[in-house]
T-cell receptor, first 117, second 112 residues
Framework: AQTVTQSQPEMSVQEAETVTLSCTYD???????LFWYKQPPSRQMILVIR??????QNATENRFSVNFQKAAKSFSLKISDSQLGDAAMYFC??????????????FGTGTLLAVQP | NAGVTQTPKFRVLKTGQSMTLLCAQD?????MYWYRQDPGMGLRLIHY???????AKGEVPDGYNVSRLKKQNFLLGLESAAPSQTSVYFC???????????FGPGTRLLVL
């Protein structure tokens, strides 16, 4: 069974600085998708970034980028120029490409990011 | 364009009571999901649907039932609520395999 591990329960960063959140996963599949979701205090789950495993190039979305290391099964999220609005719980998630009918997301336990002014 | 909406936002139940959580989408996606989120844990899949009239069990289905009579709605039912079902419930939808899932705002349920 696939698992997702986020080893940093909490992180803190100064405004305008850069922070990296770690995520590792375990799977025997070669084709899959990885996601980072942000959950602010409002509890809404917001997609931050998505990576297809077959793509070598790391995904980027404005100030958010990932370091995808397929062989190491590592998928870290880098937030550049951190802003107060980035403060939230961040979840790493995995899904098989050929997951049968479930297409379910497997979540890590989350990293709570605090941004200091 | 509301995306995925959930009703109610918050509810308190007594043990043994029943209730239904409603998820509605205006995105015309085939797949819909119900997750629960507990402290210190990621989201876990309760039930899901791959299209109108279909439902299937997820990771933690016990104590819940679902129905998908219309494509745009996915209902989650608790027949006899238990304190262990105190949680935050999220509905999500998706276009299909490999596609991103979009989440509703969540429903906080407290069972006393």
């Amino acid at each position: 069974a696939q698992t997702v591990t986020q080893s940093q329960p909490e992180m803190s960063v100064q405004e305008a600085e850069t922070v990296t959140l770690s995520c590792t996963y375990d799977t025997s599949e070669s084709d899959y998708y990885l996601f980072w979701y942000k959950q602010p205090p409002s509890r809404q789950m917001i997609l931050v970034i998505r990576q297809e495993a077959y793509k070598q190039q790391n995904a980027t979305e404005n100030r958010f980028s990932v370091n995808f290391q397929k062989a190491a099964k590592s998928f870290s999220l880098k937030i550049s120029d951190s802003q107060l609005g980035d403060a939230a719980m961040y979840f790493c998630a995995y899904r098989n490409h050929y997951g049968g009918a479930t297409n379910k997301l497997i979540f890590g336990t989350g990293t709570l990011l605090a941004v200091q002014p | 364009n509301a995306g995925v909406t959930q009703t109610p936002k918050f509810r308190v139940l007594k043990t043994g009571q029943s209730m239904t959580l409603l998820c509605a989408q205006d995105m015309n996606h085939e797949y819909m999901y119900w997750y629960r989120q507990d402290p210190g844990m990621g989201l876990r899949l309760i039930h899901y649907s791959v299209g109108e009239g279909t439902t299937a069990k997820g990771e933690v289905p016990d104590g819940y039932n679902v129905s998908r009579l219309k494509k745009q709605n996915f209902l989650l039912g608790l027949e006899s609520a238990a304190p262990s079902q105190t949680s935050v419930y999220f509905c999500a939808n998706g276009e299909g395999l490999g596609e991103t899932q979009y989440f509703g705002p969540g429903t906080r349920l407290l069972v006393l």
